[in-house]
């Protein structure tokens, strides 16, 4: 490992190996479709329409209605542990929540690759 690595949390090469062999989750069956849809793409470009559609078209296979806002965020610093990535998914959970009115929203996160390869994580809400 090197200095660089060290200082800024750069993995090991189990750590990649962990990550290579870990899958998208798959969608539960017969759970409700969400409220609202928030996409973070890892780094500083804000995915556009059409990289949503296709992010959110792999995630759902059986179609998202058309009602469920969607909305596409840059996420430049990108998490390192789950509970970073948790605390994120709160964060978005708890500002989405207030925008589209889902007074004590709950949500589920899931990591992804967008159609790019780029990491994607998906944070849907769901009302309570």
């Known amino acids: ?72 965020l840059s996420q430049p610093s990108w998490y390192k542990t789950e509970e970073v990535a948790d605390q994120i998914a709160a964060g978005v959970t708890e500002t989405f929540a207030l925008k589209f009115a889902l007074a004590g929203a709950t949500s589920r996160r899931r990591a992804l690759d967008g159609p790019d390869g780029c990491q994607v994580m998906l944070v849907e809400l769901y009302r309570s």
């Open 1 to 72: 490992m090197g200095f660089f690595s060290k200082l800024f949390g750069g993995k090991s090469a189990e750590g990649a190996a962990t990550d290579a062999a870990r899958e998208p989750e798959p969608e539960p069956q017969n759970d409700p479709q969400p409220d609202a849809v928030v996409v973070l793409r890892r780094g500083m470009s804000v995915p556009k329409p059409d990289y949503l559609a296709r992010v959110i078209a792999a995630a759902f296979p059986g179609g998202l209605d058309e009602s469920v806002p969607r909305v596409g």
